[in-house]
């Protein structure tokens, strides 16, 4: 292969791989979410993921009212995926936990919710603790849980002789994750 043949050849992988750097590139922009819920400045989206799984809720009785019952949330079990569709991680609590497939975790503080629709659950910004272990977790410092479908307590009652009934609710919802830049 003669030298020329060989920088051109060169040429077009280069521009192949930053074609595929930039399809793959975060797109995800904050404009339209309640600003509760937005993440402040000097931080950058380090991995967007879907989130599809199902909450579970128990009957219980409400707290301070003695024989008044109300559906309460469990936790959470869901596939975290990227936007081809490809598996990456689980979401799952109590703690809320997200795991990355490499192993990394981390679990955090909510910071704040907003309505995202009726029969959706809120928006939610979430303030990440620092990650266990090495990997796509770490140094994550926000979480938002956006674009939601379903998720809310069950729209069956929740009565007295029903206590410690459960209910499993599917949802979907984007988990964003974001770095300090």
């Known amino acids: 292969m003669t030298q020329s043949r060989f920088l051109s050849v060169l040429a077009v992988a ?10 793959s590139a975060p797109t ?8 509760a819920v937005k993440v ?4 950058r989206v380090a991995l967007e993921t879907v989130g599809v799984g199902t909450i579970v809720y128990e009957c ?3 707290a301070g009212a003695a024989d008044v ?6 936790g959470p079990a869901a ?50 603790n620092p990650a266990v272990g090495s990997g796509a977790m770490t140094g994550i410092s926000h979480i938002q849980r956006v674009a939601l479908q379903g998720g809310v307590a069950p729209a069956t ?25």
Do not use: M
């Open 14 to 23: 280069g521009a192949v791989s930053l074609l595929a750097a930039c399809a």
């Open 28 to 35: 995800y922009t904050q404009d339209g979410l309640p600003d």
């Open 40 to 43: 402040p400045a000097g931080h």
């Open 60 to 62: 219980r009785e409400k």
């Open 69 to 74: 019952t109300e559906w309460v949330f469990v």
């Open 79 to 128: 596939t975290l995926s990227d936007r081809s569709g490809k598996a990456i991680g689980k979401y799952y609590g109590p703690p809320a936990t997200w795991e990355a497939a490499d192993g990394s975790k981390l679990t955090g503080t909510q910071l704040a919710v907003a309505p995202s629709g009726a029969g959706n659950l809120p928006y939610q910004l979430v303030k990440a």
């Open 157 to 181: 009652p929740c009565t007295p002789a029903g206590k410690g009934q459960r209910e499993t609710v599917a949802y979907k919802a984007d988990y964003i994750f974001w770095k300090a830049q």
